[in-house]
Nanobody, 118 residues
Framework: QVQLVESGGGLVQAGGSLRLSCAAS????????MGWYRQAPGKQRESVAT????????NYVDSVKGRFTISRDNTRNKVYLQMNSLKPEETAVYYC???????????WGQGTQVTVSS
């Protein structure tokens, strides 16, 4: 099974930017779509952004539209999340996940912590 490893999190001031990376151990073209999720303390995990591996169409949760950009590099088997104008309420652990043609999702990894200070 393809493993996904997230990186790029850190501490940033409100209004700042971070770029998260998700590295796959195999070809991301084996997946239909890949996405970024986040889980804040005491809250449910939510989908933030999704990208389809062929075609490259994207979807975003309303709260990040215009500030976050998801992208993929099929040759490097990586997916990125560029996050601009970060807000303190976006402090969370950010996870990468993927879905195959049978609708199966990958296992959740460790995620990467994003902390936005006010």
């Amino acid at each position: 099974q393809v493993q996904l490893v997230e990186s790029g999190g850190g501490l940033v001031q409100a209004g700042g930017s971070l770029r998260l990376s998700c590295a796959a151990s195999g070809s991301i073209l084996s997946f239909v779509a890949m996405g970024w999720y986040r889980q804040a303390p005491g809250k449910q995990r939510e989908s933030v952004a999704t990208i389809f591996t062929t075609g490259g169409s994207t979807n975003y949760v309303d709260s990040v539209k215009g500030r976050f950009t998801i992208s993929r590099d099929n040759t490097r088997n990586k997916v990125y999340l560029q996050m601009n104008s970060l807000k303190p309420e976006e402090t969370a652990v950010y996870y990468c996940n993927a879905r195959d043609i049978w609708g199966r999702n990958t296992d959740w990894g460790q995620g990467t912590q994003v902390t936005v200070s006010s």
